[in-house]
């Protein structure tokens, strides 16, 4: 549901695999939630998050915004 009710408001969607989201975040594919919440307050450090589920979800649009310019995410639009 979170997924189809923007897509059918005609918003585009992305959909991240949670080792993407770490291999954008903090460089390597596998890693722990405390590396996550480092390394999102490294990114942005006026950030205030107070659970792992809030860094994950900046961690999610970090990714989001890193490959919202590829040439895949382009296609996806046309």
């Known amino acids: 549901i979170a ?4 897509a059918r408001a ?3 969607v992305g959909e991240y ?7 954008t975040v903090i460089g390597v594919g596998h890693g ?3 590396q996550i919440k480092t390394m999102v307050k490294v990114l942005m450090p006026k950030a205030e998050f107070d659970s792992d589920d809030a860094a994950d979800a900046l961690a999610i649009a970090i ?6 310019t590829s040439v895949v995410w382009r296609q996806a639009a046309e």
């Not at 949670?18 to 291999?23: E, G, H, I, L, R």
């Open 17 to 23: 695999a949670p080792n993407a989201v770490k291999k």
């Open 3 to 6: 997924m189809l009710v923007p």
């Open 10 to 12: 005609g918003l585009r």
């Open 32 to 34: 722990d939630k405390k």
């Open 63 to 68: 990714c989001h915004a890193h490959h919202r």
